[in-house]
């Protein structure tokens, strides 16, 4: 399992914005495909944002418009910003990692299942 180290989470006021970071601190970034994932208190954790080898990036529709998925191979780390946020964002943000190449059926796909390895998250608050 590679180490993976979230930053950047906070409070904010309802419609600011934060981004959150996700270094892959040990291996190769390029090696492996990654997702945000979000867990509020007494709810499921949910699929927030995932991006494709070639940047194409797929959102959940809660998030559509406002967050924005980004990653920068030199530096290992992969990106969420947050615009607009609303007081339903406040959650633990979670990035997480699988060893490549991401099969093909698996492309756009948000299910936490296919990950293997977690960071520990950054705590996100909105208040309105």
């Known amino acids: 399992q590679v180490p993976l180290v979230e930053s950047g989470g906070g409070s904010v006021q309802s419609g600011g914005s934060l981004r959150l970071s996700c270094v892959v601190s040990?291996?190769?970034?390029?090696?492996?495909?990654m997702c945000w994932f979000r867990q509020a208190p007494g709810k499921e954790r949910e699929g927030v944002a995932t991006?494709?080898?070639?940047?194409?990036?797929t959102y959940a529709d809660s998030v559509k418009g406002r967050f924005t998925i980004s990653q920068d191979s030199a530096k290992n780390t992969l990106y969420l910003q947050m615009n607009s946020l609303r007081p339903e964002d406040t959650a633990i943000y979670y990035c997480?990692?699988?060893?490549?190449?991401?099969?093909?059926?698996?492309?756009?796909?948000?299910?936490?299942?296919?990950?293997?390895?977690w960071g520990h998250g950054t705590q996100v608050t909105v208040s309105s």
């Open positions: 991006i494709e080898s070639d940047s194409t990036p």
């Open positions: 997480a990692a699988a060893r490549g190449p991401k099969p093909s059926w698996l492309r756009g796909s948000l299910l936490s299942a296919y990950y293997d390895t």
């Open positions: 040990v291996g190769t970034f390029s090696n492996y495909y």
